[in-house]
């Protein structure tokens, strides 16, 4: 894929991710963008590879909130 174009599609999805953070937890925008970019989930987001990119918004919420309670199971897109 066209780097220019993983970009944008890295960068849409971690917006909408954060933003249910947000919604989901009564988060700062500050300190949603915070947590999602120290997790697991954003780590694989980064890399085109890992096809994490190819799961919408709401599965890596709660992918996210997985990681968070220590259950972070990847689905075997991902792996």
């Known amino acids: ?6 970009e944008i599609i890295k ?13 989901r937890y009564g988060w700062s925008e500050d300190h949603a963008i915070d ?3 120290r997790s ?5 987001l980064q890399n085109e590879e890992t ?7 709401a599965h890596l919420t709660e992918l996210f909130a997985d990681e968070i ?8 897109v991902v792996r």
């Not at 894929?1 to 993983?6: D, R, V």
């Open 11 to 23: 960068r849409g999805l971690s917006i909408e991710v954060v933003g249910n953070l947000i919604d």
């Open 51 to 57: 096809k994490v990119w190819h799961l919408s918004p």
């Open 40 to 44: 697991k989930v954003y780590e694989g």
């Open 69 to 76: 309670e220590g259950n972070l199971v990847w689905p075997e």
């Open 35 to 37: 947590e999602f970019m």
């Open 1 to 6: 894929m066209n780097p220019g174009t993983f």
